[in-house]
């Protein structure tokens, strides 16, 4: 059973505009939420993390938010630019499960011009 | 600095054959591990090691085997492929366990088992 679920499997942006990715997570003892970004035939690289005493983390245009009563988090990019069209990942680890890193299934950003 | 090097990108295997799926860093990371990536699932963790000599199972251990003999290489066997093995294979790596450290993936391997 996946406890960390990404609902939406695309999104289409318009370049410029605001890009909004979503996470849930089923398991409360998730403590530390990490982002991660894949181009086609290249393995994922790390984006951006967020812990869990902390509601929102910033790294230039990416920004990641975490609500735990709601356990969900998402990332915005703004301005979204035709270089993140990707494959966004989010991963969630726990101290109690020797910080083992969870998936969701990923979601493709498209980047329109 | 290399970083996390998988070899080979791509395989064919038939049903029953065995093979190694070799994963070499160049960091000193301590921590690596070995996920498979299928569509709809995300990536799963296969198996990990904290160190030299210590192996451990992750969440789909079952048909492979892993040893940890030195810090730099992280090999992953397949004794008796199966179709359901057919997957990207990413191997990462990481400073270290004890506490939140970003994955450093390879570039995987596609592995295609008929």
């Known amino acids: 059973d996946q406890q960390v679920k990404q609902n939406s499997p695309s999104l289409s942006v318009q370049e410029g505009r605001i890009s909004i990715l979503n996470c849930d997570y089923t398991?409360?003892?998730?403590?530390?939420f990490l982002w991660y970004k894949k181009y086609p035939a290249e393995g994922p690289t790390f984006l951006i993390s967020?812990?869990?005493?902390?509601d929102k983390n910033e790294d230039g245009r990416f920004t990641v938010f975490l609500n735990k009563s709601a356990k969900h988090l998402s990332l915005h990019i703004v301005p979204s630019q035709p270089g993140d069209s990707a494959v966004y990942f989010c991963?969630?680890?726990?101290?109690?499960?020797?910080?083992?890193?969870?998936f969701g299934a990923g979601t493709t950003v498209t980047v329109r011009a | 600095n290399a970083g996390v090097t998988q070899t080979p990108k791509f395989q064919v295997l038939k049903t029953g054959q065995s093979m190694t799926l070799q994963c070499a860093q160049d960091?000193?990371?301590?921590?690596m591990s070995w996920y498979r990536q299928d569509p709809g699932m995300g990536l799963r963790l296969i198996h990990y090691?904290?160190?030299?000599?210590?192996?451990d199972q992750g969440e789909v251990p079952n048909g492979y085997n892993v040893s940890r003999s030195t810090t730099e290489d992280f090999p992953l066997r397949l004794l008796s492929a199966a179709p359901s093995q057919t997957s990207v294979y990413f191997c990462?790596?990481?400073?270290?366990?004890?506490?939140?450290?970003?994955?450093?993936f390879g570039n995987g391997t596609r592995l295609t088992v008929t």
């Open positions: 990462a790596s990481s400073y270290g366990w004890q506490f939140y450290s970003p994955l450093h």
């Open positions: 398991n409360s003892m998730f403590d530390y």
């Open positions: 967020i812990s869990s005493i902390k």
């Open positions: 991963a969630a680890s726990a101290q109690s499960n020797d910080y083992k890193l969870s």
């Open positions: 960091m000193n990371h301590e921590y």
């Open positions: 090691s904290v160190g030299a000599g210590i192996t």
